[in-house]
T-cell receptor, first 110, second 116 residues
Framework: QKEVEQNSGPLSVPEGAIASLNCTYS??????FFWYRQYSGKSPELIMS????GDKEDGRFTAQLNKASQYVSLLIRDSQPSDSATYLC??????????FGKGTTLSVSS | DGGITQSPKYLFRKEGQNVTLSCEQN?????MYWYRQDPGQGLRLIYY???????QKGDIAEGYSVSREKKESFPLTVTSAQKNPTAFYLC???????????????FGDGTRLSIL
């Protein structure tokens, strides 16, 4: 059974701090990795995609991938109250459907 | 604007009734998906389709059926065999799988289904 694990949280950080969200996956053949943000009652919104080991930065967001450790993370710098949401990690092999984790709830306090 | 349209936004099902959730996309995406999300849970895959007239069962297909007669449309029917249908249903699509990587999926706004 292929699995994607995330700490459910809540992860609480003060405004302006760095939020670090982590995800591990069981399938060593996974090649595509995605982070989605989901506000309460809304559908998931793509934040980052990463395919190679290392870091990928986009604005305040940095995705980090370590395939040897089967680990992917999302860093949010200068966290804002508007970042408060559930963050979903999703993983797949080429040609297969995404497998989602259950999500980590982030709360940013002002 | 290109996107994925799900309708209705809210749907109520009576005992023993089949209901159909609509999903239409104008992104020219080949692959389409249906997920179910229960409160506090992640997304679970119901069915997916890579091309027209072809679809595969996901992890929780029992009690559901789909069709893919057009590239733009992937309706989901929740049958009376699905005894616990109350959930948030999400439709997604992405470009054709190819090479060693998958394109990211994009989601519609979802349909909330409840039992009357």
């Amino acid at each position: 059974q292929k699995e994607v694990e995330q700490n459910s949280g809540p992860l609480s950080v003060p405004e302006g701090a760095i939020a670090s969200l982590n995800c591990t996956y069981s399938d060593r053949g996974s090649q595509s990795f995605f982070w989605y943000r989901q506000y309460s009652g809304k559908s998931p919104e793509l934040i980052m995609s990463i395919y190679s080991n290392g870091d990928k930065e986009d604005g305040r967001f940095t995705a980090q991938l370590n395939k040897a450790s089967q680990y992917v993370s999302l860093l949010i710098r200068d966290s804002q109250p508007s970042d408060s949401a559930t963050y979903l990690c999703a993983v797949s092999q080429a040609g297969t459907a995404l497998i989602f984790g259950k999500g980590t709830t982030l709360s940013v306090s002002s | 604007d290109g996107g994925i349209t799900q309708s209705p936004k809210y749907l109520f099902r009576k005992e023993g009734q089949n209901v159909t959730l609509s999903c239409e996309q104008n992104l020219n995406h080949d692959a389409m998906y249906w997920y179910r999300q229960d409160p506090g849970q992640g997304l679970r895959l119901i069915y997916y389709s890579q091309i027209v007239n072809d679809f595969q069962k996901g992890d929780i297909a029992e009690g559901y059926s789909v069709s893919r007669e057009k590239k733009e449309s992937f309706p989901l029917t929740v049958t009376s065999a699905q005894k616990n249908p109350t959930a948030f249903y999400l439709c997604a699509s992405n470009a054709r799988w190819g090479g060693t990587s998958n394109q990211p999926q994009h989601f519609g706004d979802g349909t909330r289904l409840s039992i009357l």
